[in-house]
C-alpha cells in the first residue's frame, strides 16, 4: 500500500493542507494550498518528493489562497473542485481582503472535478466525491486501500461546516454527508479541513449534527 500523506496546518485558519503520494514513485500531490506555500515545498523537498499536481476541496481562501501562486511559480496542474466554486475562485482577491490574508491570485482549474470521477498520482488513485452544502462546488477526496477520505470543510470532528456562506445549504450538507460519506464505512478516518481527524463511525455515534444517521 503505496499511499501516504501529511497534513501541515496553514494560515491564520489554520487549515490542514495535506500533502500527499506515492511511496513507490515518490511523486506527491497537494490538497488544498491554502498559504505558507515555502513551508509546503520545504516539506516536499526534506521527504525527497517530487510536487506534481494541486489537488482542492473546495475554492475558500484558507483552502485555495495559494494556489495560483503555487501553480504558477512550478508549473503545476490544478485539478477540482467543482466547477459550482467558480464564483469563490474569481472573488479569491476580494477573500484575501476581506479575511487579512496575504494577496490571492485567481487561477483556472486545469480540470474541474464530477461525482465519480477519480485522481491519480503516482500508483495511487483516489475517488472523488460531490459534496455541496458548505460550498456548491465542494468536493472530498477517499482513498479506499489506507480507508483515508480528505473531506476539507463538509465534517469535522463534532460539527459540521458552515451553511451561512453564498450559496450555502444545510440541508444539501447534511445529505452530501448521509449519502456520500458514510457509504465509504464506519471504518474510514477522515482528514477534516480544520482541527483533529475522526473516523465517520465515531462521528455518526457522537456528532450532534449527524448523530445516528
Ligand atoms: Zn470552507
Ligand atoms: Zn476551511
Given at each position: 500500500?503505496?499511499?501516504?500523506?501529511?497534513?501541515?496546518?496553514v494560515?491564520?485558519?489554520?487549515?490542514?493542507c495535506?500533502?500527499?503520494?506515492?511511496?513507490?514513485?515518490?511523486?506527491?500531490?497537494v490538497?488544498d494550498p491554502g498559504g505558507?506555500i515555502?513551508?509546503l515545498?520545504?516539506?516536499?523537498?526534506?521527504?525527497?518528493?517530487?510536487?506534481?499536481?494541486i489537488?482542492?476541496?473546495?475554492?475558500?481562501?484558507?483552502?485555495a489562497g495559494g494556489t495560483?501562486?503555487l501553480?504558477?511559480?512550478?508549473?503545476?496542474?490544478?485539478?477540482?473542485?467543482?466547477?459550482?466554486?467558480?464564483?469563490?475562485?474569481?472573488?479569491?482577491?476580494?477573500?484575501?481582503?476581506?479575511?487579512?490574508?496575504?494577496?490571492?491570485?485567481?487561477?483556472?482549474?486545469?480540470?474541474?472535478?464530477?461525482?465519480?470521477?477519480?485522481?491519480?498520482?503516482?500508483?495511487?488513485?483516489?475517488?472523488?466525491?460531490?459534496?455541496?452544502?458548505?460550498?456548491?462546488?465542494?468536493?472530498?477526496?477517499?482513498?479506499?486501500?489506507?480507508?483515508?477520505?480528505?473531506?476539507?470543510?463538509?465534517?469535522?470532528?463534532?460539527?459540521?461546516?458552515?451553511?451561512?456562506?453564498?450559496?450555502?445549504?444545510?440541508?444539501?450538507?447534511?445529505?452530501?454527508?448521509?449519502?456520500?460519506?458514510?457509504?465509504?464505512?464506519?471504518?474510514?478516518?477522515?482528514?477534516?479541513?480544520?482541527?483533529?481527524?475522526?473516523?465517520?463511525?465515531?462521528?455518526?455515534?457522537?456528532?450532534?449534527?449527524?448523530?445516528?444517521?
Open positions: 500500500m503505496p499511499f501516504r500523506y501529511q497534513t501541515l496546518p494560515t491564520t485558519f489554520h487549515q490542514n495535506s500533502i500527499v503520494w506515492c511511496d513507490e514513485t515518490r511523486e506527491a500531490a490538497i505558507e515555502d513551508r515545498l520545504a516539506f516536499a523537498e526534506a521527504e525527497g518528493l517530487a510536487l506534481k499536481q489537488w482542492l476541496t473546495h475554492a475558500h481562501i484558507d483552502h495560483g501562486q501553480a504558477r511559480e512550478r508549473g503545476l496542474p490544478i485539478t477540482g473542485p467543482h466547477e459550482g466554486d467558480r464564483f469563490w475562485i474569481d472573488g479569491l482577491p476580494q477573500q484575501s481582503r476581506m479575511f487579512g490574508f496575504p494577496p490571492a491570485e485567481t487561477f483556472e482549474p486545469d480540470r474541474w472535478l464530477v461525482d465519480g470521477d477519480t485522481v491519480t498520482v503516482g500508483r495511487c488513485t483516489l475517488q472523488v466525491r460531490h459534496c455541496p452544502g458548505h460550498t456548491p462546488g465542494h468536493v472530498v477526496f477517499f482513498e479506499p486501500t489506507s480507508r483515508r477520505a480528505f473531506v476539507g470543510d463538509v465534517l469535522f470532528a463534532g460539527s459540521i461546516g458552515r451553511t451561512d456562506f453564498p450559496q450555502g445549504d444545510f440541508d444539501q450538507l447534511i445529505g452530501s454527508i448521509t449519502q456520500r460519506l458514510w457509504p465509504m464505512g464506519d471504518d474510514v478516518t477522515f482528514i477534516p479541513g480544520h482541527g483533529d481527524e475522526s473516523t465517520f463511525g465515531e462521528e455518526r455515534r457522537s456528532n450532534p449534527y449527524v448523530r445516528g444517521t
